[in-house]
């Protein structure tokens, strides 16, 4: 069972930036695609940014694309989100999430374990 841990969120301006951190448990990590979406009110939950552990390839949505960025750091079993250039459109619950193999995914239905998430909002 691998827990997902988010941290990092909250409230900024309109072109401001925030770096979320999901930490895991798996302490074999390296088997594991580690995605970040988000949920805003009344949307369904959308995908974010994704990276493979082993590999390190990425992806990312359109909408995020020069602005966000994903990474890992091995020693601390911790996937980051840096965000730039932050939209007042950015604002949602963020959650971290996991599923197993190397390939990157961007459907939501394919990730196995999610966090609880973190409330980002971009004020105007």
């Known amino acids: 069972q691998v827990q997902l841990v988010e941290s990092g969120g909250g409230l900024v301006q309109a072109g401001g930036s925030l770096r979320l951190s999901c930490a895991a448990s798996?302490?074999?990590?390296?088997?594991?695609?580690i995605g970040w979406f988000r949920q805003a009110p009344g949307k369904e939950r959308e995908f974010v940014a994704a990276i493979s552990w082993s590999f390190g390839n990425t992806a990312y949505a359109d909408s995020v694309k020069g602005r966000f960025t994903i990474s890992r750091d091995n020693a601390k079993n911790t996937v980051y989100l840096q965000m730039n250039s932050l939209k007042p459109e950015d604002t949602a619950v963020y959650y971290c999430?996991?599923?197993?193999?190397?390939?990157?995914?961007?459907?939501?239905?394919?990730?196995?374990?999610w966090g609880q998430g973190t409330q980002v909002t971009v004020s105007s």
């Open positions: 999430a996991a599923r197993a193999g190397t390939v990157v995914s961007v459907k939501r239905g394919s990730y196995d374990y």
């Open positions: 798996e302490r074999t990590f390296s088997r594991y695609v």
